[in-house]
């Protein structure tokens, strides 16, 4: 019984809610084309927060979607799965979330940070994954390309006497301000701020705050270049 009601308590904000949302998405989650489009921008308004049209695909996964609040013009594309515990996931206007892209608040401590919010003309690539216990903000015109990773916690793990599971966790949170765009695999850790049109190169992990107009590269991320200063990098596309 307890197992039930962890696994409950892991899905949905109580049991009503569970049966409601599974009801919804069973009837409505795998109805291909364009019919399930519109069904789903229809029916998903009984278990979210959706602000005009949206496009949901097929095979989408949520959790506790009284939690989720689409803008209009959303996008998301099959296989995305967005587990949005306390402190929710929001997505702004006319932001693309693609293929298998993975939105996990992961809020099972009442962190008061916790959530995942994004702006306005954005795209999250395919396959990325954001963590969002301590607070993930992305800002407008951000763009990830495929298999970023966003986390925005760290177990403790200093002391050598005690296992990391026991010494508790820290959770700062992440932030990317507008028109940023970061390299295919690259990692953001824990309490970065990557400031307004940087660049993060492909597989970089990001450590430390980056300064506006900059690209960073490596591991850990260092800054390669200031755009301000030289001649500026064209980035139109992910
Ligand atoms: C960061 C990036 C944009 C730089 O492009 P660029 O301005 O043409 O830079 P250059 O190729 O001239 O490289 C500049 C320096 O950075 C280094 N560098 C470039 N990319 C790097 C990376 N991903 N990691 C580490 N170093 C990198 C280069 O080796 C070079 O070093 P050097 O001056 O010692 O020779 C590009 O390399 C990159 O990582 N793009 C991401 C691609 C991607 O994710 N695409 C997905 C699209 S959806």
């Keep these: ?5 962890l696994y409950i308590s892991r899905q949905a904000s109580s049991f009503g809610r569970y049966i409601w949302e599974q009801l919804i998405l069973t009837l409505f989650g795998q109805m291909p084309t364009v019919v399930g489009v519109g069904l789903r921008a229809l029916a998903y308004r009984l278990i979210m927060h959706l602000e005009g049209i949206v496009a949901i695909e097929k095979d989408v996964r949520v959790r506790f979607a009284n939690n989720v609040r689409l803008a209009k013009g ?20 006319n932001t693309f979330v693609m293929h298998r892209a993975e939105l996990h608040v992961y809020n099972f401590r009442d962190l008061p940070k916790a959530g995942i919010k994004i702006g306005s003309d954005s795209l999250i690539g395919e396959y990325c994954v954001i963590r969002g216990p301590g607070g993930v ?22 002391d050598p006497d005690v296992c990391f599971i026991d010494q508790g966790i820290t959770a700062k949170g992440v932030t990317i301000e507008d028109e940023c765009w970061i390299g295919a ?12 049109r940087s660049v993060v190169a492909a597989g970089a992990v990001v450590t430390k705050d980056v300064p506006p107009h900059s690209l960073v590269a490596g591991v850990p991320a260092k800054v390669i270049r200031d755009f301000r200063r030289n001649s500026p990098l064209e980035v139109t596309a992910a």
Aim: net charge negative.
């Design 1 to 5: 019984m307890d197992a039930f009601k």
């Design 74 to 93: 959303v996008y998301l594309d099959e296989g995305v799965y967005l587990h949005a515990c306390p402190g929710g996931i929001e997505i702004g206007e």
């Design 137 to 158: 903000n992305i800002g407008d015109r951000v763009y990830l390309s495929p298999a970023v990773h966003i986390y925005s916690s760290n177990h403790e793990c200093g």
């Design 185 to 196: 695999m690259a990692v953001v850790l824990d309490g970065v701020t990557i400031g307004r």
